[in-house]
């Protein structure tokens, strides 16, 4: 079983209108090779579910969102997302906003083939004023407690970047914090995976390579060969973010056509050579908190 | 020593005691001031405390401000955001955090401001505020008292609920304790109302009725206690030595 595909296939796979999950969490392991090439691809209309990062920026940039189901969006050390933010501003995009639990809670539930999952969370705030497609559900035991019902969050398909995958499609995420992906790959009706490294099965480290191994294979569609795959976010324990970079894309929310010309349209490969290379992105320090 | 004591180690201290009866549960002091705070919590009133590295890991002692050398954090377990998600909806944390807006009803506000289908401000989103303040104690940290912080009427966007909404929450919404720069502040005034507890140096109850958008209850005009010599020390040599505090109040 041969899963390996380039980027240009995995974008062939997508269709304009699909509900996108992408995996990471505000600037960290996010699959930004994958991204860039949605942006520069014809697809439209797209429903994106995210922990939001640069991931929803550079689609917000590229007017590729219909719509954001959300909790935030961050690059971490520069809190406010200035693309989306712009986006917003300017009633460019429809949103669901979510606490960030409900958005867990939404994809648990289409992981486990539920239509929602029940929450008090949500219950006091706006969140529910703004979606009142969010409906109630009562407990049915003694307490008859009125609960929320967290829809299923079902995805079309899932974006996610990991350190290693043989061609197979066993992946392993390294860094300590595997966030939200797992869920984001079992909410997914495909997934599509971009790795740091495509190694031999043998080479995934046998028993002690499994624990990083934080979703099974069957849930694989197809695995990209992408070094370098998140910059300009971080992928630990490889690289950091990048914060010179960031601090660049978040200024160019202004006037995006120089940075657009400087990074965008460009195969991968380019886009590592224009941020500086691969020794550099390596040489990242990962960051500290 | 104390001839020099700054607002920052005064709102520090006062911060820190916000964790004092929580026994063993995670604090979490989101920016510089909660931050230090939840530390000298630790360090101080509550040594059961867990804390974060600021990252994916609990870790002994609180984390200094500013770089360190990680490789001296004595890890002792593991803290990933899906297990903080675990651990709050479980109750077993007091957060302190600073919203952009808070209104009469302890309702805050980190979404966006104005209109929401296309708002002045976007700020962050409701991120985890809507479960926070549902389903764990929290305190709040205000570097700017303000009736733009202090709004009147409810806050734009509510992503945490406040007192009218208290019995959704299964008896777990509380707000401990509210520092700004001006004092500090609880909401045990009469049907929940937020009520003057101290002044710090300085500071006059008109500061705080000019820049609160909303009544508030004055309980008592006593001034903010200093931090004892201890927690001097603990501040500026084991939680914070850069100074980064500093930077909150360009002090």
Redesign the interface.
Known sequence: MDKILTHEAVINDLSSGMTIGIGG?GARRKPMSLIRAICQSDLKDLTLISY?GPDVGLLCAHKKVKKLI?????LDMI??EAH??QS????EIEVM??????V?WGLRAAAMDLPFLPT????????L??NPELKFVTSPYSDE?NLVAMPALNLDVALLHVNKSDEKGNTQIIG?????DELFARAARKTFISSEEVVSTQELGGKEGAIFNRFERSLVTGVVHSAFGAHPTSCAPNYGFDMKHLKEYSDAAKSFEEYSSKYMNKTHEEYIDSVGGSEAIKNIPLP?? | MSDSISLAEICISAASKAWKDDGEILATGIGLIPRIAAGLAKLTQNPDLMMTDGETYLISKPAPMGKRDASNDQVEGYMSYSRVFDNLWGGKRHAMVTPTQIDCFGQTNISAIGEYNSPKVQLLGVRGFPGNFINHKNSIFIPNHSVKTFVNGEVDMVSGMGYKNKQLSNGKFEIKVVVTNLGVFDFNGTDNSMQLLSLHPGASVDDVKLNTGFELSISSETVTPMPSEEELILIREVLDPQGIRNSIFGE
């Open positions: 969490w939001g959300f909790g935030f969006v961050s809190p406010l989306f933010r917003r501003q300017n009633s906003e979510l606490d960030e639990g409900m867990q008090r969370v949500g219950l006091g705030t706006d969140v004023t703004h407690e300590p914090d595997p966030f939200f500290q908190f």
